[in-house]
């Protein structure tokens, strides 16, 4: 049985409607983060974004001192970046204190 092989990801997301899909949310949200500081640009008449720096600015967001992973529906490593983002906010807690 062949194993599925996720599809690379893209260098730039070009569109809401990409945009949003790559963050899994609608398309009014991604237009709302955008005017809350969310890292795209306009390049013609369609919005652009970098899926890195999409990563980064949510990490820097949710108070993460790493990227977020975002998954897609294909991602097989869901429970270790789980795990991994557990570990890191009992940290954060534990320094807290």
């Known amino acids: 049985m062949a194993k599925k092989r996720a599809a690379p990801e893209p ?34 008449r369609y919005m652009t974004a970098a899926p890195d720096e999409l990563s980064r600015w949510l990490g820097k967001e949710s108070g993460a001192r790493e990227a977020i992973h975002i998954t897609q529906g294909s991602d097989s490593d869901l429970l270790q970046n789980l795990r991994r983002g557990l570990k890191q906010a009992r940290a954060e807690k534990n320094r807290r204190r």
């Open 11 to 44: 260098a730039v997301l070009t569109g809401w409607a990409a945009i949003a899909k790559f963050l899994g949310q609608p398309v009014v949200v991604a237009q709302r983060w955008a005017k809350e500081g969310m890292p795209v640009q306009r390049k013609g």
